[in-house]
């Protein structure tokens, strides 16, 4: 078979599990994506600038950032993480829901914080809760959920897009028009927007046509409502709510027997190491003085360095599908706006089809030799855009490789990290703060550089920050042979103190059985 019957079986005993988590990132990618196209129509709503929207769009990734850092904190126990998971997705819907009532700029950045905070919980639980049920064949089941958010985001803007108006807030000359069709175009299919754009090209005067997006915020509150009621299902069948006891064998002590093969007598040691060095907590917990002392240096490298490469992959991931229908736009592509308008469709369509592609490589394939073939892959892509800079069909077709070679850069590094240190320590939470860091930061500075520089200097950005990765990477692989070399010391300095005491224990047991015969 292409897939061992051992990986079929454990995802059969704990299917409710992993496809209740699944669910809930197709969930989150429809909502990563939905509201960049949006933006326009929202300004209108509010009676705002475009400066003053785009940091109600801020607020959202800011406090999904603190969602991820904290989130940790909800997975002491299957009740807490999946109460969280149900009242984020619940919040979620919620949301979405009241949004077409915010007519003030404040109350929809309030909104779309409290939306920002719950995906955040909604990421880093659904992730800590795969790796624990599955452990060290977590790889080939995280690719799969990280490929619901590359699907979710495909989908959400064909949602929106039908409610969306064309003309903005009022009648406005011909080019003021264009400027308006560039605007959403580059903000299409991203929630990322451009900070510095001119506010004068979209004026509030005229007759404003009337704009039908808030059904696109129904329709999205109403596909995400499934998803907190999937959750509560899990739950009672769980028998984790009181009031309603359900009949049926809980699905933990499935998740033990699918777990028990392969941790054996392992299991109790390694629950053991994990509470000593804090677990999956949250990224707080890391830094508590009793979780870290005793620990060497590239226990704590190894958590620096796997978040650094992801907030530079994830990084570029944000910046391309945000910038890359300006650069498409501007000379010497001078790209149709139509035609500009697909290629961070494009991007998203092959980031879905390489997650789904990565599903079965990651069964084959160690995850550290994935993410060599992915970074290398990645930094060869952008040089070639940089050589064709002139090439219309390159562009297509590299932004197409792009897409595929980084899609799979956060579940395989999620995997690697985890197996590096033993399914210990805070890896989980740190990486998914770090690529939302990573994300957010690089929005606002590549934007900033294209803003001043001209529109070449994408790509240049592009290949200075996948170097830097790469090189982040090889610090990485180096510090994991110092830490194993570390660990396999601790491993023959044990054997050598239990040695001696068996051979005494050995020892007075020969002499009490001696003893009755010269009596």
Known sequence: MFVD???VTLFKRNAHHTLTYWSVFFSFGLCI???????????????????????????????????????????????????????????????????????????????????????GIIDTIANIQLVTIYQRDSAVFLQALHFFIGFGALVSPLIADPFLSETGCGNHTENETQSMHHFRNMLRNSPIVEHNINQSLLPHEGLAEESNVHYAFWIMAFINLPVPIAVLFLMYREQLIPFCPSGTPRLLD?????????????????????????????????????????????FFMIHILGGMVLFMTDGIVGAYAGFVYTYGVAPPMSL??????????????????????????????????LLMFNL?????????LLIFYTS????FVGTCLCGL???????????????????????????????????????????????????????LC????????FILFIGLLLFHRMHRNYLTGTTKKSAMVEEPAAEQNGSAQTEQREEPKSS
């Open 5 to 7: 019957e051992r990986i």
């Open 33 to 119: 994506a939905f509201l960049g196209p949006t933006i326009l129509d929202l300004q209108c709503q509010t009676n705002s600038t475009l400066s003053q929207i785009t940091w109600v769009f801020f607020s959202q990734q800011f406090c999904l950032l603190i969602g991820s850092s904290i989130g940790g904190v909800f997975k002491k126990t299957l009740f807490s993480a999946l109460s969280a998971l149900f009242v984020s997705a619940l919040t979620i819907s919620v949301i979405f829901a009241i949004i077409p009532l915010c007519n003030n700029v404040l109350l929809l950045a309030i909104a779309m914080a409290v939306s920002g905070f719950a995906m």
């Open 254 to 298: 499935k998740d033990e027997l699918a777990m028990g093969s392969q941790q054996g007598a392992e299991g109790s040691e390694v629950e053991q190491k994990g509470h000593e060095a804090g677990g999956h907590g949250n990224i707080f917990s890391c830094c508590q003085n009793d979780n870290l002392r005793g620990l060497p240096v590239s």
């Open 336 to 369: 149709p706006n139509k035609t500009a308008g697909y290629l961070a469709s494009i991007f998203w369509a092959a980031i879905t089809a390489g997650r789904l592609l990565s599903i079965p490589l990651s069964y084959r394939f160690q995850p550290v030799k």
């Open 376 to 384: 290398a892959g990645a930094i060869v892509t952008v040089l070639m």
């Open 392 to 395: 219309n069909t390159f562009l």
């Open 405 to 459: 070679f980084l899609s799979s850069i956060f579940p395989c590094m999620l995997a690697y990290t985890e197996d590096i240190l033993d399914y210990q320590g805070c890896a989980t939470s740190v990486l998914v703060t770090s690529a939302g860091m990573g994300e957010m930061v690089m929005q606002v500075l590549v934007g900033s550089i294209i803003q001043t520089k001209g529109s070449y200097s994408f790509l």
């Open 462 to 469: 592009g290949m200075i920050i996948a170097c830097l990765g």
